[in-house]
């Protein structure tokens, strides 16, 4: 079975600083993918960032990059110039190549201060 | 193109009673799923479906009931609820088992007394 730890449970950032939150994973695996999900107060979960195990190249989406490393079985997300709407509480996720199902870690509260 | 909704928003139940959720795709998705979400321990999976017809046990498949009668719709039913249940339930779907990105409703806030 896969796990997903997150060892933070709340972080605070100030605009335009940068933040990076953590995660970590457990499996036996070796073709899986990442997720960074984002869930504001509004509470809709949305995709912020995805990473395809068999690639080496860190994904980057904008303000968001992830440091993969793959041996280390870690997956941190970094958040640059941070915005007040980056306020919410993100999770990490894991999924196997080859299933259907999605485990997630428990989460961080991010809070960007003004 | 709504994407994925979820009916009801909010829901208030007595321990006992029954009550089902409905999730509808309009993306021809094969794949849906319900989870839930307590604080301090992520999403969880319920049940899950690989299309139309199918259904599987997810981590905490426990007092809940689903069904997938048609391909875009994802029932969630519970028999008698407990307070135990009370929590934020979400449903997701995705295209298929070769892809892997999951796409979620708004979550249906779920009180049971």
């Known amino acids: 079975a896969q796990t997903v730890t997150q060892s933070q449970p709340e972080m605070s950032v100030q605009e335009a600083e940068t933040v990076t939150l953590s995660c970590t994973y457990d499996?036996?695996?070796?073709?899986?993918?990442l997720f960074w999900y984002k869930q504001p107060p509004s509470r809709q979960m949305i995709l912020v960032i995805r990473?395809?195990?068999?690639?080496?190249q860190n994904a980057t989406e904008n303000r968001f990059s992830v440091n993969f490393q793959k041996a280390a079985k870690s997956f941190s997300l970094k958040i640059s110039d941070s915005q007040l709407g980056d306020t919410a509480m993100y999770f990490c996720?894991?999924?196997?190549?080859?299933?259907?199902?999605?485990?997630f870690g428990e989460g961080t509260q991010l809070t960007v201060n003004p | 193109n709504a994407g994925v909704t979820q009916t009801p928003k909010f829901r208030v139940l007595k321990t006992g009673q029954s009550m089902t959720l409905l999730c509808a795709q309009d993306?021809?998705?094969?794949?849906m799923y319900w989870y839930r979400q307590d604080p301090g321990m992520g999403l969880r999976l319920i049940h899950y479906?690989?299309?139309?017809?199918?259904?599987a046990k997810g981590e905490v498949p426990d007092g809940y009931n689903v069904s997938r009668l048609k391909k875009q719709n994802f029932l969630l039913g519970l028999e008698s609820a407990a307070p135990s249940q009370t929590s934020v339930y979400f449903c997701?779907?995705?295209?298929?088992?070769?892809?892997?990105?999951?796409?979620f409703g708004p979550g249906t806030r779920l009180t049971v007394l």
């Open positions: 997701a779907s995705k295209v298929s088992l070769g892809t892997d990105t999951q796409y």
């Open positions: 499996t036996s695996e070796n073709n899986y993918y």
């Open positions: 990473q395809e195990a068999y690639k080496q």
């Open positions: 996720a894991f999924a196997r190549a080859s299933g259907s199902r999605l485990t």
């Open positions: 993306m021809n998705h094969e794949y």
């Open positions: 479906s690989v299309g139309e017809g199918t259904t």
